[in-house]
């Protein structure tokens, strides 16, 4: 639970983040998107298990977004510490127990 809460959490940084320093245009856009996408598929993983994969590729969007736009310093390095943190997190295993058939 903690993990889809953690996904969450960035996902609202990211929101929050475009506003605290400058972006342009296109960093806010991406930003708006992956913020949304991360706080509305961290919470549907709560559910369904296939949500963490998609958070995942927000993440890995995240990165590869910063690293074409060529992102000032401190955006370059905010966005590749929450896309490492969204994917760890979401690579992490679901919530889900397995039964084993003996």
Do not use: Y
């Amino acid at each position: 639970m903690w993990k889809r809460v953690g996904v969450m959490f960035l996902g609202a940084w990211v929101l929050f983040s475009a506003n605290a320093w400058p972006h342009t245009a296109a960093e806010r856009l991406d930003n708006a998107i992956v913020g949304a996408g991360l706080l509305f598929f961290g919470g549907l993983a709560f559910r369904r298990e296939w949500a963490r994969f998609v958070t995942l590729a927000f993440g890995v969007w995240l990165f590869a977004f910063t690293i074409v736009v060529r992102s000032n310093p401190i955006t370059f390095w905010n966005h590749a510490m929450v896309a490492f943190a969204v994917f760890v997190l979401s690579m992490l295993g679901g919530e889900n127990r397995r039964v084993l058939q003996g």
